[in-house]
């Protein structure tokens, strides 16, 4: 079973960075695809930005062009960089990891969310 663990948030003023990072604790990272997601007060759970295996992304419209997301398979570690930082950003983010084998089942992993405050 695979055991993600989220670090990096805190409180910025708008126009601030910070740079999220999950990491991994079993070997073969290599073989999940990776996502983001957030959830502010009184709003649902949004996915913010996806990367597979492959090396594709996507991203949330609100943060293209600020967010950038991007692993480091031998450190086990998925990373999202967030510049220029708003507001509305503010949110629990949680790291996200999955696969499917080759008979159809779904193995999904979840860490346990970090703050990321944006204020001034």
């Known amino acids: 079973q695979v055991q993600l663990v989220e670090s990096g948030g805190g409180l910025v003023q708008p126009g601030g960075s910070l740079r999220l990072s999950c990491a991994a604790s079993?070997?073969?990272?290599?073989?999940?695809?990776m996502g983001w997601y957030r959830q502010a007060p009184g709003k649902q759970r949004e996915l913010v930005a996806t990367?597979?295996?492959?090396?594709?992304?996507t991203y949330l419209d609100s943060v293209k062009g600020r967010f950038t997301i991007s692993r480091d398979n031998a450190k086990n570690t998925l990373y999202l960089q967030m510049n220029n930082l708003k507001p509305e950003d503010t949110a629990v983010y949680y790291c996200?990891?999955?696969?499917?084998?080759?008979?159809?089942?779904?193995?999904?992993?979840w860490g346990q969310g970090t703050q990321v405050t944006v204020s001034s």
């Open positions: 996200n990891a999955n696969r499917t084998n080759r008979i159809g089942v779904r193995y999904e992993y």
């Open positions: 990367l597979t295996t492959y090396g594709i992304t």
């Open positions: 079993r070997i073969g990272f290599s073989i999940y695809n």
